[in-house]
């Protein structure tokens, strides 16, 4: 990759898309930006949130691959127009023009049609998702309902509808939709141990009833002018107005509740078969595993399945399977196994390869993918194992057909939930009753993959690698020619040990007085 776009710049033009590192996009902006490139080939990675002046803005393709849909789709107006409008910025240029590439006319007159003449799509919420039929499918509205309830203070049912019903979203769904998909949503966190209910609050009862109490107060004080066609029916002999303005059937008492009219969706029936909505006074505490899923902004279906996941790593390690070992992999296929993780996608000469992983270390896995795609998660895997061993991304890119871009996001994205693995099984006091020393040696195991993962190194590199100015390049080179394994070995280097390690290259007397310099620093740091 780096090579193809060091070729591209020599001749003035450039790429750019989410597979690059964040120093090559960042480089290939700023030179953009500079003028010192004259063009620049895009994905919709800059059609927003980066301000990059340009004369003209050519859209050359408006269908691109959609995975919902299972085949290309037209790219939203929205966006089409916001990279168009990235032409002539005013700052810059004083006029612009845009491009939309129509292969025929009659492709330009549905274009035209599409994307010049009509209203952009709805602004539509994103606090939850309008077609789940289940909570598990809508991941955002279990984040957002959780971190309320354990770090936002509103722990009741009443105060919960109170908020969605000031929300975005409430303006989109309707009120009942909107309470029985929160009604469904507080049964997951509940059923998944992420909250308790706490049982009815009488602070709560009294709450309502006032607000109750002054809605009334509000609609006796209510003051209407009688409209002229009543006024005009009340001089027809026979008919009276009625003072109370409330009339009823001698024969039936009012009814109460919503209108019924022979039928009901079936979504509706499914929910009240499985549960059955909290009372308004209803209170909610956090458990230890949901206040620590929403302190790490995971998503509780992550946190449930990291959970169940380490529940099974100790049931392993306590003797539930012969070989009582939990390895790098399953942890790394555990982290991958949940909604938060970005799974890849195989080319087809690697489905052979992966199923044949799969098939090798299934007893090691600890979990299901969320999506039962095997495949695509387990690519991810073995990405993050090779970068672990120590491949280069190059090799990555030749073997797994994977962009530095691609690589990054998943080592970012593995650290933290390797991260929250630790912290998930640290604090659980069920777990460590298990075996409290099993228990321990399971989170030193995972400290040191996340370590591994942060700098893609071997085990016996994690001394070298906290040393500021050594990656896991040099770290390599120190191990080999001299042998050394921690902070204070490199602290100690002989004059004869110095030049031989100056002499390598991309290394310097400079560059290692400076090592030696951070290596002293680190070692006393530790005594």
Known sequence: ?????????????????????????????????DGRLLGLVATPTLAQGVNLPARRV???????????????????????????????????????????????????????????????????SKLANPSAIRPEEDPAL????LSMIATGGIDDRDAVSGFFSQTFLATQMDSEMLEARLDDVIGWLATNGMITRAGESGEVLERIKNRLDTTEVQDEEWQDELPAWAETSAAVPGIEISKTGHVHSTSLPPRRGPAIFGFRKASQQLAQEEILPDSAAMTYEPTALGQRVARLYLNPISGRIIHDGLAVAMDVLTGSDEIHQVSPLGLLHLASCTPDFIAMWPRKEEWDIIQAEIHNHEREFLAEPVDLDQERRMKGVLVLQSWIDESKMEELEREWNVQPGDVRSRVDLAEWLLYAMREILAEDDEMRRMDPHLHKQLVVSISELHRRIRHGCKSDLLGLVTIRGVGRTRAREMVNLLSVETALDVASLTRRDRDRLAELRGWSPKLVENVMNEANRVSRRRR
């Not at 939203?76 to 990235?86: D, K, L, S, T, V």
Request: charged share 25%; proline share 4%.
């Open 142 to 145: 279990l984040t957002h309902l």
């Open 58 to 124: 050519i859209v050359r393709d408006y269908r691109r691959w959609s995975s919902a849909a299972g085949g290309s789709m037209p790219v939203p107006i929205m966006e089409i127009r916001q990279m168009m409008g990235r032409a002539g910025r005013p700052q810059y240029d004083d006029s612009g023009d845009a491009w939309l590439v129509a292969k025929d006319i009659d492709e330009e007159l549905n274009l035209v049609d599409r994307y010049l003449l009509s209203d952009p799509e709805e602004v539509t």
């Open 1 to 33: 990759m780096g090579k193809s776009l060091a070729n591209c710049i020599r001749g003035g033009l450039a790429f750019h898309h989410a597979g690059l590192s964040y120093s090559q996009r960042r480089t290939i902006e700023d030179a953009f930006r």
